[in-house]
């Protein structure tokens, strides 16, 4: 995965995600994409393009248990989120939708600026940032989990194996 960073901080709730405003009057997961990240940069949405990656500080994700949060990230085109730490309930939602949540290394997150341009390699498991010449490694996902995240999800990766052992 190659995309542009896009830097947030600490505590970013499925609130700050996907107000709930849109969460409940919504039809569909495309509408809500739309208004990605509306309370905390109301510009957000728009600069969002596929492929870009969330880099965040610790606890990303905190809050609802809403799948919603992930799946709209998914929507809106971004490929995966780095961050220090996640809320438990964000991470496994995120693996359910195939979007790579990685917690990596404090001091590359804090040295990694808006606008950089990230590499992603899961199967090395290494987060290079490109405009810096900076590598950090993460914590290899389980064998089972890269493969739902290759899937595109749980969903696709139950109706191709048929089963989720």
Same mark, same amino acid.
């Given at each position: 995965?190659?995309?542009? +960073?896009?830097?947030?901080?600490?505590?970013? =709730?499925?609130?700050?995600?996907? +107000?709930?405003?849109?969460?409940? /009057?919504?039809?569909?997961? *495309?509408?809500?994409?739309?208004?990605?990240?509306?309370?905390?940069?109301?510009?957000?949405?728009?600069?969002?393009? #596929?492929?870009?990656?969330?880099?965040?500080? @610790?606890?990303?994700?905190?809050?609802?248990?809403? *799948?919603?949060?992930? /799946?709209?990230?998914?929507?809106?085109?971004?490929? +995966?989120?780095?961050?220090?730490?996640?809320? /438990?309930?964000?991470?496994?939602?995120?693996?359910?939708?195939?979007? #790579? +949540?990685?917690?990596?290394? #404090?001091?590359?997150?804090?040295?990694?600026?808006?606008?950089?341009?990230? *590499?992603? =390699?899961?199967? *090395?498991?290494?987060?290079?940032?490109?405009?810096?010449?900076?590598?950090?490694?993460?914590?290899?996902?389980?064998?089972?989990?890269?493969?739902?995240?290759?899937?595109?999800?749980?969903? #696709?990766?139950?109706?191709? @194996?048929?089963?989720?052992?």
């Amino acid at each position: 995965m190659r995309g542009k +960073a896009i830097k947030l901080g600490d505590d970013i =709730n499925t609130d700050l995600v996907i +107000a709930g405003r849109y969460k409940f /009057r919504s039809v569909t997961i *495309e509408d809500m994409a739309k208004h990605i990240f509306e309370d905390l940069d109301p510009t957000l949405a728009a600069r969002i393009k #596929p492929g870009d990656i969330i880099v965040a500080g @610790k606890n990303f994700g905190c809050g609802s248990s809403r *799948e919603q949060a992930p /799946r709209v990230m998914v929507t809106a085109g971004i490929s +995966a989120v780095i961050a220090k730490s996640f809320a /438990r309930i964000f991470f496994r939602n995120s693996i359910n939708v195939g979007l #790579p +949540a990685i917690a990596v290394d #404090p001091t590359f997150i804090d040295s990694t600026s808006d606008g950089d341009i990230l *590499e992603i =390699n899961l199967k *090395e498991s290494t987060v290079k940032n490109v405009t810096k010449g900076l590598v950090t490694n993460f914590k290899p996902f389980p064998p089972q989990l890269m493969e739902i995240i290759e899937a595109g999800g749980l969903v #696709p990766y139950v109706k191709k @194996k048929g089963t989720l052992l």
